[in-house]
């Protein structure tokens, strides 16, 4: 037995030493062709031994290695047994331990296939998203291997070789072909079909897969069709990266060699769906829930923004059916949305409060802002991103700030340019959507407005992005501060928000007096009043540099109110003296870094101007 040094075998594992056996184990095998040794093939097709072994012809491969164990102890040979865990195989459909085996295949020389599909993607000729998988592909192509094309399957697309009683072979398109190639070969025209023999295994899934692109459109067969001219290549591939080598790279090489041309421009890798623990779902495992039952808990269109929410380009998916109903909610605020803007009737003697048309006028642009977002998003194939984009746009915007501000009072009525414009926000709501929520958003569509028999949301016009005023938005951003510190106070102070409040402002630049209707409405506002000094007397809050104070007169319980502010007030003082020890203590001022002594003066600052103003309301409320 020749022994041989190779950095192959791992000298800390076991003796350090390793049995090579190149006819039945794959990594044997190529050190076998490394160092020129013989393949020795000593099993039968059934598992048996042959007669390569001799004393043990005949034997099942199991019942030998017991065997050999008690040969080998009979004979005094065996130093001792120890049991280790091995790396073997098993088949997935009968659970038996996987024997390799040396055999005849057909492959596939991958060099000069791989050259112009390598060049292809590093060039950015067709574009990997996400782009981390650039790399993944060109270390596979660099050292690609050639391709094992025949299977030993019952089913598939039968390897077109036909070999000769002699010896040989021949390749042929059909039977017909092959014998007369055969005969042409031999130099006998006496050979008939009987003589030859068709390989019985057939081709790689994967090697018609590789031809997808191009066979979809008969381009095969038919290289100058009229539908391969028009669609070929085509724009974007949709695949998951475990199959980046399988098929997608086994495509690109098609397409060079086949068409001369890429198949697509763009692959876009989706993630692979793996429970909340991070397992990939399978049936072996039985972690993968039914999507039927889960469509009929959630709706479809649960299920998909499910999908949305917990997956981005080439990330893996951790589902989880809390998504689903979160995806649910949506679609029911969606419905409920329309069936609030449904219920209002129209009164054309009305005219347009002023409002409104601020209400109009800010979420056209909120709505503009969002679809150039959500452009930007599909170009660069940010599916999830773009679905979130829409998700806040329709949830915060549309329905949490822009249906509260033009919803007419109780039983009243809305004034037509409002609720025409609302449609219409509606319209470009649903269309934006409906790729992700195809249901929900298809069925209000029809109900919006009347339609034509056969008329679509799938076939409509995306809405189009129109310029955007950044200093509008800017203006409302500071309203909606306003609005929300307002109602920050009530829950503060307990007051119902059927209550009106008067809200005074010390006016400068950041406040937004042209939507003090919107203040007002959303704020539930009897006045806005402007005036030139502080009220220690009201509640007071900052949105920039603009004072507000919301005075407090009738509205509070002034002793508990004095009592909430003394307690306020102590915590505070506390708190002042800690962080004033700290900073009188030279150590600590001396050696700390800077950053923490400037963080520690900030507090100091901030206490100081809280218990100022809590000093001042005290004494207001005296």
């Known amino acids: 037995v020749p022994v041989i040094r190779d950095t192959y075998v791992d ?41 390569k072994v001799g004393l043990y012809a005949g034997m099942e491969r199991f019942a030998l290695r017991k065997q050999i164990e008690k040969d080998l102890d009979a004979a005094g040979l065996l130093e001792k047994t120890e049991d280790y865990t091995n790396n073997v195989g098993y088949s997935e459909r009968t659970g038996v331990a996987i024997e390799p085996k040396l055999s005849m295949q057909w492959f596939l020389s991958m060099e000069k296939l791989a050259g112009p599909a390598t060049q292809a993607v590093l ?95 008969d381009g095969i067969r038919h290289p100058n069709n009229k539908d391969i001219e028009y669609y070929y290549p085509t724009n974007d591939l949709v695949t998951g990266p475990d199959i980046i080598f399988f098929w997608v790279a086994r495509m690109i090489m098609a397409g060079y060699e086949y068409r001369g041309e890429k198949p697509f421009g763009h692959v876009y890798f989706t993630g692979i769906v793996r429970d909340k623990i991070g397992r990939k779902m399978s049936k072996q495992l039985g972690n993968s829930p039914d999507p039927l039952d889960l469509i009929a808990q959630f709706g479809a269109d ?55 048309r601020l209400a109009i006028e800010w ?79 298809e069925e209000i569509w029809q109900d919006l407005a009347p339609r034509k028999a056969g008329e679509s949301i799938m076939v409509q016009r995306m809405p189009e992005a129109r310029e955007i005023d950044e200093a509008l938005l800017g203006r409302f951003e500071l309203t909606k501060e306003v609005v929300t510190a307002v ?29 003090a209707p919107v203040l007002q409405k959303m704020g539930n506002l009897s006045q806005i009043e402007t005036t030139r000094e502080k009220d220690p007397s009201a509640v007071g809050f900052l949105v920039k540099t603009t004072q507000y104070f919301v005075p407090m007169e009738g509205m509070i319980d002034i002793e508990a109110e004095r009592k909430k502010l003394a307690g306020e007030l102590e915590y505070l003082e506390g708190f002042l003296a800690s962080v004033q020890k700290k900073l009188s203590n030279e150590r600590f001022v001396s050696s700390a870094p800077e950053k923490v002594v400037a963080n520690e003066r900030t507090k100091q600052a901030d206490a100081e101007a809280k218990i100022a103003a809590l000093r001042e309301q005290l004494a207001a409320l005296k």
């Open 487 to 515: 109602r920050n106070v009530r829950k503060q102070k307990n007051i119902p928000q059927k209550d009106p409040l008067t809200l005074r402002v010390i006016a400068d630049e950041n406040y937004p007096a042209e939507y």
């Open 11 to 51: 000298i800390a594992f076991g003796t350090g030493a390793l049995k090579v056996t190149p006819a039945h184990d794959v990594n044997d095998y190529m050190l076998g062709e490394k160092y020129g040794l013989e393949s020795i093939d000593i099993f039968n097709d059934d598992g048996t031994i042959n007669d």
């Open 123 to 217: 060039e950015n000729e067709i574009k990997l998203v996400p782009e981390k998988y650039k790399n993944t592909y060109r270390h596979w192509m660099e050292n690609i291997k050639d391709w094992c094309i025949s299977r030993q399957l019952w089913w598939g697309q039968r390897i077109p070789a036909w070999y000769l009683p002699q010896g040989g072979y021949v390749v042929a398109l059909n039977a017909d072909e092959a014998l007369e190639k055969a005969r042409a070969k031999s130099g006998d025209a006496s050979l008939t079909l009987a003589d030859l023999r068709q390989d019985e295994d057939v081709l790689d899934t994967w090697f018609s897969s590789w031809l997808w692109p191009i066979s979809v459109f």
């Open 363 to 441: 979420f056209r642009q909120a709505l503009a802002k969002t679809l150039r977002q959500v452009e930007s998003d599909f170009a660069s194939y940010r599916i999830s991103e773009a679905f979130m984009n829409l998700y806040k746009l329709f949830w915060d915007d549309f329905s949490g700030w822009y249906l509260e501000m033009i919803k007419p009072a109780y039983q009243c009525p809305i004034d037509r340019p409002t609720l025409e414009a609302t449609c219409g926000f509606f319209d470009d709501l649903l269309r934006l959507l409906h790729p992700f929520m195809p249901f929900v958003t």
């Open 302 to 356: 649960g299920m998909r923004v499910a999908m949305l929410l917990s997956s981005s380009a080439g990330n893996d998916v951790m589902f989880d059916e809390a998504l689903c109903e979160q995806g649910r909610n949506f679609g029911n605020k969606i419905w409920n949305a329309y069936r609030l803007v449904n219920g209002w009737t129209i009164d054309d003697a009305l005219a347009q409060s002023e409002n409104n």
